[in-house]
């Protein structure tokens, strides 16, 4: 920790003090494989091998760790690497039980990947935690939460959620990645685990697809160093640098992201041709006082439906400035269609039954002129 008290100073200073040699004050790509030892078992500062340890990774990792208020960060070569690596600590028999609102790449590697090795899982409604505790069976070892969760925006309350499943033994997974250590630190409110999808908010640039776990626990953190160098899903040196680079900007991205956020949603809100919102910073969501409590404001993704005479084929083609496609979290204005798109892994009964209907349009609002935006939605609209 520098000499520096808060997020938006360790953002830029966090993990990385300038290199020794030539005084870089940017972290230099090591873009190296392998690093020559001096005699047998004699390494210049027990770099050995870049898929064990490599400089440019361990400043992101440090920086992560820090961000996060945890002792160890881990960084992967995607989100779902992060969360493969995660779900590795787990055994046959052994069963997590996962927040509803999933995201859909989750639930798929659970579904049909770890199934194969006899871990169970399921999903679970965990806005009433008293209800949710009894779920907690002794085969249960984790926890796994979004929150705002994928794609309706779902709040939990992270605090108890964590306190009731270290009641029971199992550990806290949070899936962070929809608000990032700027607005949500969930280590600080009693979870185990934290894991991003960097390749969102973090990068924040749409360019670089990278994934990331942060740990208190010292033994934990042996546990995932372990298999991040078992496994192998590593990041490598040059994305570790791009993700080091985007996480410098990240509060004022977010300050911004944010504020176009909630005013879209206010907007979407008062709009007699849009039938539902979902946005956590809507005093109307009713998640609103928890997310007010954990995190620092709604963040910056929104869900809507339009009301039942408008075509939203028509809707997505109609747009201008926002662009259709998968992910969210960058500068850039995304909308995506999570019914086809990102949960097309979640077969459509479920999906129904938890509320994501072939209507519901996701918008991943960008660092944009709010105007231009509303534009764009409000000519869309009247389009379809
Ligand atoms: C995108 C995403 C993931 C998967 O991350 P990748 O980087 O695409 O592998 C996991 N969780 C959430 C919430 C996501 O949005």
Redesign the pocket.
């Known amino acids: 920790m520098g000499s520096y008290e808060k997020i938006e100073s360790a953002l830029i200073h966090a993990g990385y003090e300038n290199d020794k040699q030539t005084g870089a004050v940017n972290v230099p790509i090591y873009q190296t494989s392998t690093y020559q030892q001096d005699g047998i078992g004699e390494m210049r500062g027990g770099w050995e091998y870049s898929r064990t340890g490599n400089p440019t990774r361990q400043a992101l990792e440090k920086l992560i760790a820090e961000l996060e208020k945890g002792t160890a960060g881990f960084a992967f ?7 493969t690596a995660v779900l590795s600590l787990f055994k046959t028999g052994d069963k997590i039980l996962l927040s509803s609102n ?2 859909g ?2 639930f798929r590697v659970l579904d049909k990947v770890f199934n194969h090795f006899g871990i169970t899982y399921s999903l679970e409604d965990m806005t009433d935690v008293e209800a949710f505790e009894k779920k907690l069976t002794p085969d249960v070892k984790a926890v796994l939460i ?1 929150s705002p ?2 794609p309706l925006l779902t709040i939990t309350d992270l605090a108890a959620v964590a306190a009731a499943a270290k009641r029971h033994g199992a550990l806290t997974i949070v ?1 962070n ?2 608000m990032s250590p700027y607005l949500q630190r969930p280590l600080e409110l009693g979870a185990d685990i934290v ?6 908010y973090l990068g924040g640039h749409s360019d670089v ?3 990331l776990a942060v740990v208190k626990d010292a033994k934990l953190a042996e546990q995932i160093a372990f298999i991040q160098n078992s496994t192998g899903g590593v990041l490598g040196p040059f994305d570790s640098f791009l993700l080091i680079r985007g996480i410098k900007t990240l509060a004022v991205r977010l300050d911004r992201h944010t504020e176009n956020a909630q005013a879209i949603a206010e907007w979407l809100a008062e709009n007699p041709e849009v039938s539902r919102v979902y946005y956590p910073g809507l005093t109307t969501h009713p998640g609103y006082d928890i997310n007010a409590r954990q995190a620092k404001n709604g963040g910056a993704m929104i869900s809507f439906e339009l009301t039942e005479k408008h075509d939203i084929r028509k809707f997505y083609k109609s747009l201008k400035l926002i662009a259709l496609a ?4 960058g500068v850039e204005s995304l909308v995506c269609h999570p019914a086809t798109m ?1 949960h097309a892994a979640i077969p459509k009964e479920t999906r129904e039954k938890v509320g994501i209907t072939d209507n519901l349009i996701r918008f991943s609002v960008g660092i944009e002129a709010k105007e231009d935006l509303i534009a764009d939605l409000t000519q869309a609209i009247q389009n379809s």
């Open positions: 070569g995607s989100g779902m690497a992060a969360l999933v995201y790449g989750t979004e969760a994928n899936d990645t929809f894991v991003h999808s960097a390749t969102k697809v990278a994934g998968e992910s969210l979290g990102t």
